[in-house]
């Protein structure tokens, strides 16, 4: 049996990106309770290496209300699926216009397990050619540019890179470089 039981589900709101869901649950010891979650699809995190140095993106982030820098990343449309690959490839193209000849997979991961079923493929980009970026409108804001390795680095020390995704991304870059 498992830790918890899902009595029913039901979603209470729903997004072209993401469903509100909210379950009845029994736990393990019989007590009755309830879990609120969102489910969203997977989605892709590329870390676009070149020259010692990566690619990233800016964007507002309205939940925090700042600008954060960020590797790119991305999920499809109308709660839609796509090989992770694909996706990757996509995203890397729509955000900063960057094609790549190799595309590795180093893991995927849980961005949030207590509070959202999504998780994330984590791709390494190499053999980068520029071209045109194709941002969708909520994208219209964001600035992509290339930093050396030391200055992002620099940049999670000092709190300037917050996001929790591309920070895991960058420790699994580290281990497989190790």
Do not use: N
């Not at 309830?34 to 993106?57: C, N, Q, R, T, W």
């Not at 290339?146 to 992002?152: D, G, L, N, S």
């Amino acid at each position: 049996m498992a830790d918890i039981e899902r009595l029913s589900s039901t979603v209470v709101h729903e997004t072209r990106y993401m469903r509100l869901r909210h379950d009845e649950i029994r736990r393990a010891d019989g007590s009755l309770g309830v879990y609120s979650y969102v489910d969203k699809p997977d989605f892709a995190l590329i870390i676009p290496l070149e020259d010692d140095g990566f690619h990233l993106v800016e964007q507002y982030r309205y939940p925090i209300g700042r600008r954060s820098w960020e590797f790119p990343q991305g999920t499809m449309p109308d709660l839609a699926t796509a090989d992770p690959e694909h996706l990757a490839r996509e995203e890397l193209r729509q955000e900063t216009g960057l094609t790549a000849a190799s595309m590795r997979h180093l893991g995927h991961l849980h961005c949030a397990p207590g509070m959202t079923v999504q998780g994330y493929d984590v791709f390494l980009a190499t053999g980068l050619r520029q071209g045109q970026a194709e941002r969708e409108a909520e994208e219209q804001d964001l600035c992509h540019r290339w930093f050396p390795r030391r200055e992002v680095e620099d940049m999670i020390r000092e709190g300037v890179i917050v996001e929790s995704c591309s920070l895991a991304a960058y420790s699994l870059l580290l281990l497989d470089q190790s």
